[in-house]
């Protein structure tokens, strides 16, 4: 939902509104524009999804920041993911200083103050929710900031969040919102504990976060054919025999949850203009489907439509509702 565009507004009050939003939305104390010849250029989207509030900055460059004295002075509990899009930019969280490029992740505690900022043209991803969702002590979380950015579990948080952003227009507000907050919690928690040492926090965590990780996992490499159970198994340190009786712990079918999330995004992309010179093959084959009678089968059980029916029905303008059934 688009909450600020300064191009509408007059350029002597474009500073002073997009302070006004950040302060109310994101807990922000200060605001320093970048000079620039053209003037400030912002444009902020804001979603609320359950518990987790998604926030899309871009424009000209900025500094803002949240003062030891604020953090003190108000009773604003929350962490605060920052997905670095565009630009060279930064963060400064206590004594931590460290430079910032495209799709890189960032994490501030926000009782403990911070500063974030970018040069030039940039956008920015920000996630906030309540500290105490992640379950953690203070001192763990405090104590991850600085090295978060060697953890593996970085990329697939990553991953998420901008899955969760491309479909934020259709979940904001929505039921199902609660249950996509969970998961990116959860991978948030991960993230955390697996740069906390080898304690039993970090073992509990590990634990209780696995099936998160998985999905997230698979959902990040759906386009690769070789995506096997073995493979995902490998990748996080267990035997297939485990993975399949943590997925049915957790009522996920695995191969037909990965199935399931490559015929959405070829169905997508058969709706979509920009791949209408595209064959169906290609874009089937793009999604990790290699067998071409097999993805019509699968595609015609789960949609009520062959994939040349569907393709020929979104181009007219006539999308039917997809059936539930794989």
Request: with cysteine.
């Amino acid at each position: 939902m688009l909450v600020l565009d300064t191009n509408d507004l007059r350029v002597g009050d474009r500073t002073a509104a997009f302070e006004a939003v950040a302060a109310g939305e994101g807990g922000i104390s200060r605001v320093q524009e970048e000079e620039t010849e053209d003037g400030v250029r912002k444009r902020l989207e804001l979603w609320r999804l359950g518990p987790l509030t998604l926030f899309h900055t871009q424009g000209t460059g900025v500094r803002i920041s949240r003062s030891l004295r604020q953090a003190r002075r108000d009773a604003m509990d929350t962490v605060a993911i920052n997905i670095h899009r565009r630009g060279v930019g930064g963060f400064v969280w206590a004594d931590h200083q460290r430079r910032i490029g495209p799709n890189s992740a960032s994490m501030q505690h926000m009782p403990g103050g911070y500063e974030y900022w970018w040069s030039g043209v940039g956008s920015t991803l920000a996630m906030m929710f309540d500290t105490e969702r992640l379950g953690l002590p203070e001192g763990t979380i405090r104590a991850s900031i600085p090295t978060l950015e060697h953890s593996p579990v970085g990329q697939l948080l990553i991953h998420h969040v901008l899955g969760v952003h491309r479909i934020a227009d259709q979940i904001d507000m929505r039921p199902e919102a609660d249950a996509i907050a969970s998961a990116t919690v959860e991978l948030v928690r991960a993230w955390v504990v697996s740069v906390a040492g080898d304690d039993p926090t970090r073992r509990a965590v590990a634990r209780e976060t696995l099936l998160t990780r998985v999905l997230a996992y698979a959902r990040a490499h759906l386009r690769e054919p070789d995506l096997t159970p073995e493979r995902i198994a490998w990748a996080h340190n267990t035997s297939v025999r485990t993975l399949y009786r943590l997925c049915d712990d957790g009522g996920v079918s695995l191969e037909k949850w990965i199935i399931r999330r490559r015929l959405e995004g070829a169905r997508a992309d058969l709706a979509a203009p920009g791949h209408a010179h595209r064959t169906i093959e290609a874009i089937a084959r793009s999604w990790g489907f290699t067998n071409p009678p097999f993805f019509s089968r699968r595609f015609r059980r789960t949609y009520g439509t062959t994939p040349s029916q569907w393709r020929r029905l979104s181009q007219q303008g006539r999308l039917l509702p997809p059936r539930d059934g794989l």
